[in-house]
């Protein structure tokens, strides 16, 4: 097959398709964005589809995680949103990588991010431990899904501004993971949910998340990790040890891997106050008395 005879072919695709979506496209209308960077260049029409369809798979596996914890499966809905986390993870990084950054891609993956790691966590916890306590369990439930609102409110109007080694507050992704992991952990080992003190303490730990979610504290973003660049080979068999100890274990591992990471924050602000206390009274010790 010689090039003309292929670019006959793309051009039929092109025509067919236009004539399957056009009287779709007449009645949702098509997408116009300009150049964030330069205001003058022309409207591109249409959206990037490789790193938007990672954005719909990671709304799918937060809605299946709801529907999952509304049927009472609640360990395919904990697996769902750690799905939800991957791809999530994966839309950003192909955006960056093919150079298909827009703003659509931008709103849609926080809406997405809402969805899957806001209200899916909530609601899934909701059903698994704290439908007997009352009021209780679904103020929890909404405190963490306000908490994960307002984090995604800061971070969209901060971006671009703020440090991207660091995040300033828990990221959702990783906050629904550590709530998801809780319910995937007890479904493994079985927990005893509903009987008390369990209840309180997972409505405890909701809050808490939530409070993480938009406290002032530094976590490490790893937007600095070059993926396309090469590393020494013991990162390699340290990347496949740390895999083989998940599938050792998954929740218990997962779990325990995003607990620290939620408290490496607080840490992290503590060693900066103590760094910099230390830093200020070295200073004045050496400075000269009068």
């Excluded at 730990?205 to 020494?232: C, D, E, W």
């Amino acid at each position: 097959m010689n090039i003309n005879d292929k670019n006959d072919q793309d051009d039929e695709f092109e025509r067919a398709a236009g004539q399957l979506e056009g009287p779709l496209a007449t009645v949702v209308g098509d997408y116009e964005e300009r150049d964030a960077v330069d205001a003058t260049t022309p409207r591109a029409r249409g959206i990037f589809l490789l790193p938007n369809l990672f954005t719909t798979g990671a709304l799918f596996a937060g809605f299946y995680s709801i529907v999952a914890g509304m049927q009472g499966d609640f360990y395919s809905g904990s697996v769902a949103i750690f799905v939800a986390l991957v791809l999530d993870g994966l839309d950003g990084r192909i955006a960056r990588l093919t150079n298909t950054m827009s703003a659509f891609g931008a709103e849609y993956d926080s809406l997405s991010d809402m969805v899957s790691f806001g209200v899916a966590p909530a609601l899934l916890m909701f059903n698994w431990a704290l439908t007997d306590i009352g009021k209780v369990g679904w103020v929890a439930a909404f405190i963490y899904t306000a908490c994960a609102a307002l984090r995604l409110a800061r971070f969209n109007t901060q971006h671009g501004s703020a440090d991207n080694r660091y995040f300033s507050g828990l990221a959702s992704p990783a906050a629904a993971a550590l709530v998801a992991g809780s319910v995937w952990l007890g479904q493994d080992y079985g927990v005893s949910r509903q009987a008390l003190p369990w209840p309180v303490i997972h409505s405890a730990l909701l809050v808490l998340v939530g409070f993480l979610m938009i406290a002032n504290f530094p976590y490490y973003s790893f937007k600095q990790i070059n993926l396309a660049g090469r590393v020494p080979f013991v990162r390699m068999l340290l990347a496949l040890l740390l895999l083989g100890l998940i599938a050792l274990n998954p929740p218990v591992m997962l779990w325990g891997l995003f607990l620290l990471y939620a408290l490496s924050g607080p840490l992290q602000l503590l060693r900066r106050s103590v760094f910099t206390d230390s830093s200020h009274k070295g200073a004045d010790d050496e400075s000269p008395s009068i």
